[in-house]
Each structure stands twice: as C-alpha cells, then as structure tokens.
C-alpha cells in the first residue's frame, strides 16, 4: 500500500506544509491511511486516555487532538508549520493549547510535563532521532509513555524496488516526494532507515519497548475503497509501523 500524506514536524518542512495546508487538511480527513487506518490504530493504543496530559507532537490539523480531547484528554499539540496550526485552531477553538514548535529543537516544556507524548508520522522527517528523542524523555514523566507511528521501512523499500530503485536498506538514507494538493505543490523531504536504528534510538533514549505493532485497518475501510482493496484479502497490509514506548 503507497504511502499517504502525513503531518510535519521539522521546520524544514515547515514553509512546505504551509503551501499545501488546506488542501492536506481535506485529504487527510477522509483518507484511507490516516482516517481508517493510522488514526484509529494510534487511538487503540492509547487506550483509556481520560485526565491524561498527552502531547501531541506534530499535530498538523489537528484530527488526532480532537479525538483524545474528545476521549478527555487535556492535549497540547505543537508543529513546526504555522499554515497547519492556523488549520488546527479552526478545527479546535480558540482555547486549544497548540504552538509552533520544531521537533529537532528543544521544547517549551518543564521537565515531567506529559503522562503520554504521541508522535504521529512524525519522525521520518527527521535525520537524527537523538536529539528528539531526548526532548521527549524529559517531558515525559517517569513510566509516561511515547506512541509512535512511522513509515514503515519494509514497505518503502519494497516500493522503491517495484520503482526500479535499489534502495540500501541498512542506511539511513533521504527521499524526496512531490505532492499536490489544494492546487498547490511541494517537495516533502523523508529519511528512511532499518528497524534496527529505530530500536536502538529508543533505547539509547531512555525508552523501552513495550509494543510493535502492525494493525488491522478499519473493517469499513473495505466498503469504502473498494479498488484499494481488489487484490488485499487479509485485514493488514504494509503501510506504517507503530510502538509503544515507555520512559524509564
């Protein structure tokens, strides 16, 4: 399954996001990959999120901040593209606590800040995890937990070879993809790398892995995209890949 659109986090992506921002905002409601897949797997793992002081990191629009505000959870979301975060306080109100923030920056947080830090595609925007990760481990209180989704590494090889390419799996490597939307278009900017740097940036961080997950989309998903899945019998297919981290 290609890849969709996904929300931004580093601010050299900040001024891209900002070109495309309505137009990503209308697709990203409606999507395969984020409305029936992403969102709700990344809400799954969340679980109970009621009283929970959860950020949002790399909010975009704001769909997912909805949901756990919705589900009473008392959210901050940040983004490195103010287009995104002017999309984001339409969808919220005024009283939303959202800011603009970059990823690969240090955080306008206290130390111990947030039980639960979710980062939602969001860190294949940037070339080093380090710094990031350790920005979330001090916001977060001990045992708080980060929820991650990335792109997921399989799937982008095995695309890039049907793409003729031969991608060096076992390097941390960048990709440049042109989208249009809204009429407007931009060069977004990925780094892909192997499973194994993920894990061991998280444990380098702090963090122990709890959870991989590769969830099931949504069961109406099938009704609704009908040719998407004219060759996909099972309830999985390779798209993104999800953890579960806790602060130790």
Not at 47 to 55: E, K, S, W, Y
Request: glycine residues 8%; aromatic residues 10%.
């Amino acid at each position: 399954m290609p890849e969709n659109h996904v929300k931004t986090a580093h601010s050299s992506e900040c001024n891209a996001y900002d070109m495309i921002a309505e137009g990503y905002t209308a697709e990203n409601e409606t999507s395969l990959l984020n409305a029936y897949y992403e969102r709700p797997a990344m809400l799954e793992l969340a679980g109970n999120v009621t009283g929970r002081r959860i950020l949002d990191a790399g909010c975009g629009s704001g769909p997912l901040f909805a949901e756990l505000r919705d589900r009473g959870a008392i959210v901050t979301g940040i983004d490195a593209s103010a287009g995104m975060l002017q999309m984001a306080r339409q969808r919220l109100g005024t009283d939303a606590d959202l800011r603009v923030a970059d990823l690969a920056s240090p955080l306008p947080f206290p130390d111990d800040t947030f039980d639960d830090v979710i980062a939602s595609l969001v860190l294949h925007y940037l070339e080093d995890w380090g710094p990031t990760l350790a920005e979330l481990r001090r916001v977060l209180r001990p045992g708080g937990r980060l929820l991650v989704s990335v792109d997921h590494p399989f799937s982008i090889t095995l695309w890039q070879h049907m793409a003729g390419k031969k991608p060096k799996y076992f390097e941390t490597r960048i990709r440049i993809d042109e989208w249009t939307m809204g009429g407007q278009t931009a060069q977004m900017r990925f780094w892909d790398r192997p499973l194994h740097a993920m894990t061991e940036a998280f444990t380098a961080a702090g963090f122990r892995i709890s959870v991989i997950s590769e969830p099931p989309f949504v069961p109406e998903a099938r009704e609704l995209f009908p040719e998407e899945f004219r060759e996909i019998t099972s309830t999985r297919f390779l798209s993104f890949l999800f953890f579960v981290l806790e602060a130790g």
